[in-house]
């Protein structure tokens, strides 16, 4: 697929400000990194801004947005404009690619995925699985952003990766860093802070009448206590499964 207008402006929209709340958990770079193994040179694909790309290892970012791409660390590695159906790069030309909170925006995951297997030995991959949607944030809330498309369900991924695939849980720690969808499941009140939601494609995507019904009956629920009575025993707990998976294949994969 071409690098076309539609598919940058999406990204430049959901991008502006996006450092003010998405930064790395250092917990959740740990796992990423290990996952990674002792993979040298690294393609991060859907890279945003380059949180969770590894210090000390080459590394080449793939981004649409222009927007995304100025908010990059001076210190971090380059960046190509590029879509992730397109790479533009040859044959396993890395050990390792990644695609971390990025498959849900791409408009062919399938020839995505082909994409990574092919210019990599290695692929991690962060994703959501359909224990998302039981989360209070969507079950009770806002059932817009319920994850609906099979082609970027985990089991429907380690399939097309093929070789040796792993998909693992991805807890997510109370008080994390990076201000992801799930990434507040033990502090609710954060979803009523505009600036929050302003960090979230999920809620970015939405429109008025999905966003304001639920905001409303959140924040009643937060004050008269039925959030607590239904849900205060996560505010106990250290980390949660919220429902992301870390997809790591290794070998020869589907694709390749």
């Known amino acids: 697929m071409a690098l076309s207008e539609r598919v ?40 945003g801004t380059g949180s969770y790309e590894p210090r000390g290892r080459a590394v080449v970012a793939v981004e649409p947005s222009a927007v995304m791409i100025a908010q990059r660390p001076a210190a971090a590695g380059p960046a190509v404009r590029a879509a992730a159906e397109a790479l533009p790069f040859g044959e396993h030309q890395f050990d390792a690619a990644m695609a971390l909170w990025t498959i849900h925006h791409w408009a062919d995951p399938g020839q995505g995925i082909a994409e990574l297997r092919r210019v990599a030995r290695s692929v991690v991959i962060v994703t959501a699985s359909d ?26 991924i380690a399939a097309l990766l093929g070789g040796n695939v792993r998909i693992e849980p991805f807890p997510v720690p109370r008080d994390c860093l990076d ?30 009448a999905d966003i304001g019904p639920g905001l409303q009956q959140l ?35 589907a694709a390749a």
């Open 8 to 47: 940058p402006g999406r990204y430049d929209r959901l991008g502006v400000g996006y450092q003010r709340t998405r930064r790395e958990d250092p917990r959740l770079v740990a796992r990423i990194h290990a996952a990674l193994g002792e993979a040298r040179s690294v393609v991060n694909v859907g890279a």
């Open 131 to 156: 224990r998302l949607n039981q989360l209070w944030l969507i079950r009770d809330y806002f059932p817009a952003i319920a994850l609906r498309r099979p082609e970027i369900k985990p089991a429907r």
């Open 179 to 208: 201000g992801f969808g799930a990434a507040f499941w033990a502090r609710p009140e954060a979803y009523l802070d505009p600036r929050i939601r302003a960090g979230i494609s999920a809620f970015r995507l939405l429109g008025e």
């Open 219 to 253: 924040q009643e629920d937060l004050r008269s206590g039925t959030w607590d009575a239904r849900n205060g025993s996560l505010r106990q707990l250290s980390e949660f499964d919220c429902g992301l998976r870390l997809i790591i294949a290794t070998g020869t994969g």
